[in-house]
């Protein structure tokens, strides 16, 4: 079956705007994880979806970030006024469980603010 | 909070020599712990895991064997092709305080060389 596909794959955008990063996780998955990587760092957790609910928001940077699911499937990641320190690889992840189950991670969203 | 500490820089070493990437762990509960791989140009694949103490993962001719009395784990490989060149990242996930998040080392830059 397909993995965990992410939209766009890459994203370049000025200071200031807003940008819309998506995930579709493997079908079935409940748990779906979002995670950022910074260029020659390890991933920073961001936010975790139990269904539609997130029990977990305390990776989130700022007020500036902000996610949803919806129909425990699709994910979009939304940051507004983008800076340029948002410049990093993306990754979404899902599992079928709590986090004790393996997370499957998607190609990610390399995004880079001028 | 749960962390993961990997050994410092990238490693290179030749083809057909002994791989060890180490890893320690600080968690308050009993987490699970990974290895993840990053090809060149590819995702952040599950290379292998140990859901409790003295519990050996293995998985394409990689070891990893989680040590509660040192809080370790250890990665080996006996014998590196230059497919092994990859970036490999320590993580762990520990439902004990309720986080449902990777916590994830830095990450190690391993180069074989032919």
């Known amino acids: 079956g397909a993995g965990v596909s992410q939209s766009p794959s890459n994203k370049v955008t000025e200071k200031g705007k807003d940008v819309e990063l998506r995930c579709d996780p493997i079908s079935g998955h409940t748990a779906l994880y979002w995670y950022r990587q910074r260029l020659g760092q390890g991933l920073e957790f961001l936010i975790y979806f139990q269904g539609n609910s997130a029990p977990d928001k305390s990776g989130l940077p700022s007020d500036r970030f902000s996610a949803e699911r919806t129909g425990e499937s699709v994910s979009t990641l939304t940051i507004q006024r983008t800076q340029q320190e948002d410049s990093a690889v993306y990754l979404c992840?899902?599992?079928?469980?709590?986090?004790?189950?393996?997370?499957?991670f998607g190609p990610g969203t390399r995004l880079l603010v001028l | 909070g749960d962390s993961v500490t990997q050994m410092e820089g990238p490693v290179t070493l030749s083809e057909e020599a002994f791989l060890t990437i180490n890893c320690t762990y600080t968690a308050t509960g009993y987490p699970s712990l990974f290895w993840y791989v990053q090809y060149p140009g590819e995702g952040l694949q599950l290379l292998l895991k140990?859901?409790?103490?003295?519990d050996k993962g293995s998985n394409k001719g990689f070891e990893a064997t989680y040590r509660k009395e040192t809080t370790s784990f250890h990665l080996e490989k006996g014998s590196v092709q230059v497919s092994d060149s990859a970036v490999y990242f320590c993580?762990?996930?520990?439902?004990?305080?309720?986080?449902?998040?990777?916590?994830f080392g830095k990450g190690n830059q391993v180069v074989v060389i032919p």
């Open positions: 993580a762990l996930s520990d439902l004990g305080d309720g986080n449902n998040r990777l916590a």
């Open positions: 140990a859901t409790k103490a003295d």
């Open positions: 992840a899902s599992s079928e469980g709590g986090a004790a189950e393996t997370q499957y």
